[in-house]
């Protein structure tokens, strides 16, 4: 078996990354885009947090969220499988949407926590479908926990998109 020599650089590497990520999570606070409420609406609190735009960010999101949680999300990352993240999808996720997506693209492996997926080709479907499965006392949570894209240039114009789909119930 070879020996990688910069095993140790690469564990440096990854942990001023995950230092970097933490201090920009602590940076972000609230405000435009970021656990920004929108509206309630029948008891069920809709939160744009489309600043969010890793897996880390939403999760810290998730994790502020009291009741359940109805969460619309823009991609399903592979450290969702880890123990933590599933723990958390537990405790807190009722239900997912997935959008921008087809469900033919989309592997449900390391979802299993979340009994309740599905999968829109557009974030206002999404918008719907979610308020739809919220019951009074849970929150809909935009926290896409992926760069913009699907046709946004970026969180604002996504986050102004949810904010629009929110108002249109």
């Given amino acids: 078996m070879e020996q990688n020599d ?4 690469l564990r440096l590497a990854g942990g001023q990354l995950v ?23 029948n008891e069920v609190a809709f939160i744009n947090d489309s600043k969010a ?6 999760l810290e999101s998730l994790a502020q969220m009291s009741g359940n949680v109805v969460w619309v999300v823009g991609d399903i990352s592979s450290e969702m499988d ?13 239900a997912m949407v997935l959008f921008g997506r087809t469900a033919d ?8 926590p979340v009994e309740h997926l599905y999968v829109t080709d557009e974030l ?9 499965l919220a019951r009074p006392g ?8 992926c760069p913009s894209g699907n046709g946004f ?4 114009e996504r986050g102004a998109e949810f904010k629009r789909a929110v108002r249109d119930l």
């Fill in 138 to 145: 849970d929150t809909v949570l935009f926290s896409p926990a």
């Fill in 124 to 132: 206002r479907t999404a918008v719907f479908l979610a308020n739809e």
């Fill in 82 to 94: 880890e123990g933590y993240v599933q723990d958390l999808l537990k405790e807190k996720v009722s």
């Fill in 105 to 112: 693209g989309v592997a449900r492996d390391g979802m299993s």
């Fill in 19 to 41: 230092e970097a990520r933490r201090a920009a999570l602590s940076a972000q606070g609230t405000g435009p885009h970021r656990l920004e409420h929108v509206a309630t609406l």
């Fill in 53 to 58: 735009t890793f897996l880390d960010a939403a």
């Fill in 6 to 9: 910069n095993a140790p650089l």
């Fill in 153 to 156: 240039a970026n969180y604002e």
